[in-house]
């Protein structure tokens, strides 16, 4: 039985973690039990945290082993859910640029959901945004939210040499890419929106949580801004 909000699952790590579980797969009830135990976390750190990631439906928590164990830590977790938290902040719009000119696969996303092209922009568009948690690369920012209607599994093969800035999406995510990598996501735009902020205070532009809003901009503000 998939473990509900209310009943997660506590799993060791090596010796300097804990993965606390609120499911196996991608609910919003349970990505909003994990945003809550990472806020409550870093209003109350237990002794020796080091760092807290946060997942679609897990957290993980490192912390120094020198100075606590399993056991605390996660009977301090256990603590913090069994308190009733604050209501989570209202979360940041981010605003985020993308030209849909020149996406190598937007043609194939049209022809894949059976609609014209500005019919996937607009559905692009029309996306509610969230920020689930960061990936393997830089920046990697996850978004959850694309509409149903261009949900599209990933292709067959990956793609070398993704150039950064392309906005992709598989499934029912979106993500703005940062480095020039291979993808087997599809290719429907390209942002000049900065995602690496090259602040060492805040490096990324997104918190986990924000909300995001893609705006359209034409080819030639394309050039312009990037």
Known sequence: MQPSPTAPIFRPIAERAVLVEFGT?????????????????AT????????????FVNLLVEFDPLITDHASVTAHLRNLLSHKTAARAVPALREVLVCYDDAPDLAAVAQATGLAPEA????????????????????????????????LDRKP?????????????AGGQCLVTTLKMPTGWWIIGRSPTPI??????????????????????????YEAAR
Do not use: K, W
């Open 44 to 55: 109350t750190p237990c002794p020796g945290l080091r760092e807290a990631v946060p997942a």
């Open 25 to 41: 797969a991608l609910n919003d009830a349970a990505h909003a039990a994990v945003l809550r135990l990472d806020q409550a976390l």
């Open 157 to 169: 093969a990956p793609v070398r040499d993704v150039p950064a800035g392309s906005v992709i999406i």
């Open 120 to 151: 996937v922009i607009a559905a692009h568009l029309s996306g509610d945004y969230a920020v689930a948690m960061y990936g393997f690369a830089p920046g990697y920012a996850y978004l959850s939210g694309v509409p149903t209607p261009i949900r």
């Open 196 to 221: 690496l902020t090259r602040d060492p205070a805040r490096p990324f532009l997104f918190d986990i949580g924000d909300m995001v809003r893609f705006r359209r901009i034409s080819r030639a503000e």
